[in-house]
T-cell receptor
Framework: ETGVTQSPTHLIKTRGQQVTLRCSSQ?????VSWYQQALGQGPQFIFQ???????GRGNFPPRFSGLQFPNYSSELNVNALELDDSALYLC??????????????FGQGTRLTVV | AQSVTQLDSQVPVFEEAPVELRCNYS??????LFWYVQYPNQGLQLLLK??????LVKGINGFEAEFNKSQTSFHLRKPSVHISDTAEYFC????????????FGKGTKLTVNP
């Protein structure tokens, strides 16, 4: 059973550019959530996908968008990058069911630096 | 809305000493409670969770936590820590019957010294 994998592991982008981060969910999991973890902070919920549909969104602007594919892998897209977007981006997959009580399995994250 | 407060940003202890990491939460609806650990340059790993039933929950690596509804707390404890327990610890909540969205605290950096 493979775990949650994210790519790339590190990324440097210039302010104003666009970036796509990728996540492969754990086998059998149909729910993927994305979190932003700024330095010295706890993870902040960006949004969640359940069976290819957005299922909740945190307090992030529309330039943060996502997608979930039929195999339940997911992408996070960020347009018009700002310096404050520099953070560790974490993907978490779970078996779903939307009950809030299942364990979320996290990937190792993508470290994004915006210069 | 839910919020989580971790009262200590850093906790230094000596090896084999007991430790308690404090967590308080605020929510107008019932929540589930979680503790996650993050080792350097890694993602988060679940230590333990409280869903219902006994208020004392045992997790991996010898950790346990006690849910106190009246004090809205979910403190994490370990009777004897090891050097390898050095990591960042996050308390989190999710809404019962809601999505899998987790609301995290800011974390507590546990440093175990020899």
């Amino acid at each position: 059973e493979t775990g949650v994998t994210q790519s790339p592991t590190h990324l440097i982008k210039t302010r104003g550019q666009q970036v796509t981060l990728r996540c492969s969910s754990q086998s059998g999991h149909n729910t993927v959530s994305w979190y932003q973890q700024a330095l010295g902070q706890g993870p902040q919920f960006i949004f969640q996908y359940y069976r290819e549909e957005e299922n909740g969104r945190g307090n992030f602007p529309p330039r943060f968008s996502g997608l979930q594919f039929p195999n339940y892998s997911s992408e996070l897209n960020v347009n018009a990058l700002e310096l404050d977007d520099s953070a560790l981006y974490l993907c978490a997959s779970s078996p779903g069911g939307a009950q809030g009580n299942t364990e979320a399995f996290f990937g190792q994250g993508t470290r994004l630096t915006v210069v | 809305a839910q919020s989580v407060t971790q009262l200590d940003s850093q906790v230094p202890v000596f090896e084999e000493a007991p430790v308690e990491l404090r967590c308080n939460y605020s929510s107008s609806v019932s929540v589930y409670l979680f503790w996650y650990v993050q080792y350097p340059n890694q993602g988060l790993q679940l230590l333990l969770k409280y869903l219902s039933g006994s208020t004392l929950v045992k997790g991996i690596n010898g950790f346990e936590a006690e849910f106190n509804k009246s004090q809205t707390s979910f403190h994490l404890r370990k009777p004897s820590v090891h050097i390898s327990d050095t990591a960042e610890y996050f308390c989190a909540v999710s809404v019962q019957g809601g999505s899998e969205k987790l609301v995290f605290g800011k974390g507590t950096k546990l440093t175990v010294n020899p």
